[in-house]
């Protein structure tokens, strides 16, 4: 039997997953780590957004706790920062380096941090302009897990004094994830907060198609957009979507359209959770390409890969449903079998069980 562990995490949100992908990849990996019994804490700050759009403000998989500041983090969570065997501070956490700072003096258990943005946080280092993380503590993790996983690791070892990183990529929960039966209502949908630079790519992979393509049925769901986009009348707009309702979403789509964010396309290896949750609910992706994309999905099998608006066209209109239904069924055993909240809380808990001393061991003996 495994040995239970006791872990806190210190994110930016679990409680709501308005406007940020923290909390949907926090859930899945949580409730991974609590199918295989360990005890979990989730520390957040109390964010006057998020608390205006929490959408699971009481999980069953662990303890959620709110705090104001540093301070109050230490003064009422202190005792169980110090006796947790694991405690993983996200990316992006307000205050982040004062929070850093303060749990690397607290803990006595290993000090693991999870990059769900890193390429954003190496450029952000490089520039001295990130204030969730400082370069000097990069050497008090145990391990840097980090979203992206090929030639990025080796740079956080090489370049920025990285003791051990290790990939830990997003996953799903495939008991919320799954094929719902519905009928298809949309040819293609897309769902993602707004990004400047993920637009144009929305432009040409499905605006511009849904022009070509009147007949056909186009759906975005997502917030933050300017009110000032020109939506074709065949394109239905979704301001937000609660991870409730996203196995429907994706199962009443033909297929789904995934983008990447510029900085992950130029690192690789960063798979998108809308991949994961689209194939888990047997709805095939078409996405644009990225280096290691094949090491996820295989092109042509498991997943369309698309770089024009032709491209598009090509694929709902030359796809037959037998063919559509091969790809939804490879991308789903593909996620199924490696790719889901449990897969990633063994790959975590394994990759900590190979840590016998904590970093910080000399620090904390002084």
Known sequence: MTHVLDITVIGLSLSSSWGNGHATTFRALMRGLDRLGHRLSFFERNMPWYAQHRDLPQPAFCELCL????????????????????VL????????????DRVAELARGKLCFYDIDTPVTLAKLRAQACDYLAARQIDLFDIYFSFTGGPTLQRLRNEFGARRAE??????DEC?????????????????????????PLERLLIEVA????????????????EDIVWPQNIERIDHLPPAKHASFYSQQRFTLNLTRADMIAAGWSPSVRLFEA??????AISDYWPGLEDFFTPGEAIHVAASTED????????????????????????????????????LVGALSSVTTSARAWVQAA
């Open 279 to 284: 194939a888990a609910c047997g709805c095939p």
């Open 176 to 200: 919320r994830y799954a094929p719902t039966g519905e009928a298809p209502l949309w040819d293609l949908g897309y769902m993602g907060t707004y990004s400047a630079d993920r637009q144009a």
């Open 312 to 347: 598009i066209c090509s694929t709902l209109a030359g796809s037959s449903e037998a063919e559509r239904l091969t790809i939804a069924q490879n991308a789903r055993d593909c996620v199924l079998s490696g790719h889901t909240g449990v897969a990633r809380a063994r790959g």
């Open 89 to 100: 501070v996200g990316s992006f956490v307000p205050e982040g380096i004062a929070v850093i």
């Open 67 to 86: 705090y104001n500041d540093v301070n109050q983090l230490e003064a009422e969570h202190g005792e169980r920062i110090r006796r947790a065997d694991l």
């Open 167 to 172: 990939p830990l990529y997003c996953s799903v």
């Open 211 to 226: 022009r070509r393509m009147p007949e056909r049925r186009f759906v975005v769901a997502g917030s933050q957009f300017p």
